[in-house]
């Protein structure tokens, strides 16, 4: 038997296992804010062919492959977990009924309970667990009444797919990069440029998108601190972009890491046993 074939459960399986020991343990060492830290996180296993793919969060894994006519298209296979998705605020709404405050449109964002934009999270326990409740002084985070139960989860989508000649390369981005480029635009680009300095290329144009709707030059984009005023790295949504992909052509892998952290750039390119046969596993993550 395949020890592959319930792949889905046994991720679920290991992940409530991790959150068994993790909570405890939070509870023991706890500071104040740790109980507001959290992270998307994607997780991606190839393993005989098949592209097995968990997801927490909007960042999200695209999948670039040839149609009939030979175009390169994109095929987005992972689900994103923000509530700017009717599907998931319809989701919350029908989790809490009675919280009117469940889903909360602010300045013209939608956002759980006026805080945060994604419903799956890894931490975020003021929003998972009474006993993790912040200070009211802590006006960020404020809850207009005490959680009855929690609004966010650490279930993650599980989804899986049965990868072809046609397929191309996998792009495992955070949201940093879709909320610029799309799914279309980011597999144009890899596409049809060398893969060496892909990453750095992907967030480059994405910088430079963002600069021009807010009717900025790029390089003086580029000259903005991390962190400085209305047009920090944070406020573009663009603090930390990180895109892992997963070459499938000649059935060899190739994994290219790149890091952004506001304006300052590190670039990790990684070859995995060159020339891998297509079956054999390779493991994708990219964290936010």
Known sequence: MNEFCDLPEKVKHYQRKLFEVHFPLLKKFLKPMIAAVGSCCLVGIIWRGVLYVANLGDSRAVVGYLDRTNKITAEQITRDHNACMEEVRQELISRHPDDSQIVVLKHGVWRIKGIIQVSRTIGDAYLKRR?????????????????????????????TRALSLQDQFVIFASDGLWEHLTNQQVVAIVYKNPRAGIAKRLVNTALKEAARKREMRFVDLKKVEKGCGAFSMTTLQSSLFTSTMSYLRRKMFLFLNFQSVGLSTQQVPRDFRDSMPFHDTNHLATSQ
């Open 131 to 159: 006993e993790f409740a912040l200070d009211p002084s802590i006006t960020r985070f404020r809850l207009s009444e005490p959680l009855r139960q929690p609004v966010l989860t650490a279930e993650p989508s599980i989804c």
